[in-house]
């Protein structure tokens, strides 16, 4: 199986860092959600659970997904084999997408999956340090996924490659605590998702976590209905109401916390937390 990737690793992997850089020092100058915890706490932890996930990313996902798409592409396999290099491209990529959605609507569906995904929505905050924050159990459980959805579609094998970098950059842009100016954002959350939009994805309201599944195209909650705008940043409590305790973000608590009893959605007085429903869900508001 071929692990090196001199484009992906010499070009996109430095491309990624210089706009991890940047958005790092501009959600700091314009914060979006008020933080709970100290910055610096939070990016041990943060930075010791993707310490953890990201070789599995890297050695794992990366090239069982390019495997898989070569595989395809030497047999003239899959549902875009049929099309023009350009349609293969443009369509690969689009649903591409598409897997990523249903993935993450199944990482809340499943109780076993959940289990993983669940260390990365109790985070007390949303920033930039949080779209590493990955159980190193989710990446290896999104291997066989990801690389037979890649086979399904028989997208050309460098798009693999390409749609990776563009998905991790976006996954840092949305989940950045960057105070986008309002109006640019209620337009730009029409095409993909923006800090606004994922940040009502870790909400501690049930009905907002189910919400807002989309990775990079934001016209995938809009097909299916899981899109909701109308929620101001100030009135969210990012998390999962049964983990407010600071000390169980301690890693080794993330990392064996998979593996531990779930807790009900409550707040530990029992309480469930909700909030009327506003009319308008498609409205973005600040
Ligand atoms: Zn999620």
Known sequence: MKIMFPKFDKVGMPLLGVAAAALFVLEAK?????????????????????????????????PGMYAAAKWANRRNFGLLAWLPGWGRYTLGFLLLD?????????LHKSDLLWRFHNVHHIDLDLD????????????????????GAVALLGVPAP???????????????????LRLPYKVE???????????????????????????????????????QTLRLNVPQHAITI???????????????????????????????????????????????P
């Open 30 to 62: 314009r914060q979006l959600r008020r933080r709970t915890r100290p910055k610096s706490e939070r990016l041990v932890e943060n930075g010791s659970v993707a310490a953890a996930a990201l070789p599995a990313l890297r050695l794992l996902l990366v």
């Open 98 to 106: 598409y897997t990523n959605y249903l993935w993450h609507v199944l």
């Open 128 to 147: 930039l340090s949080s779209a590493w924050r990955f159980h190193i159990g989710e990446n290896i459980a999104s291997v066989p996924y990801r690389s």
């Open 159 to 177: 798009l693999v490659l390409f749609y990776e970098v563009i998905f991790e950059g976006c996954t840092a842009f949305h989940h950045s605590n």
């Open 186 to 224: 209620k337009q730009l959350c029409k095409l993909m998702v923006t800090p606004r939009m994922h940040g009502i994805h870790h909400s501690i309201v049930a009905r907002e976590t189910n919400s807002n599944f989309s990775v990079i195209f934001s016209g995938w909650d809009r097909l299916h």
């Open 239 to 285: 998390g999962v109401p049964s983990y407010r305790d600071p000390a169980e973000q301690h890693p080794v608590r993330l990392l064996r916390l998979p593996f531990e009893k779930q807790r009900l959605w409550q707040l530990p007085d029992g309480t469930v937390p909700e909030r009327e429903e506003l009319q308008e869900k498609h409205l973005l508001l």
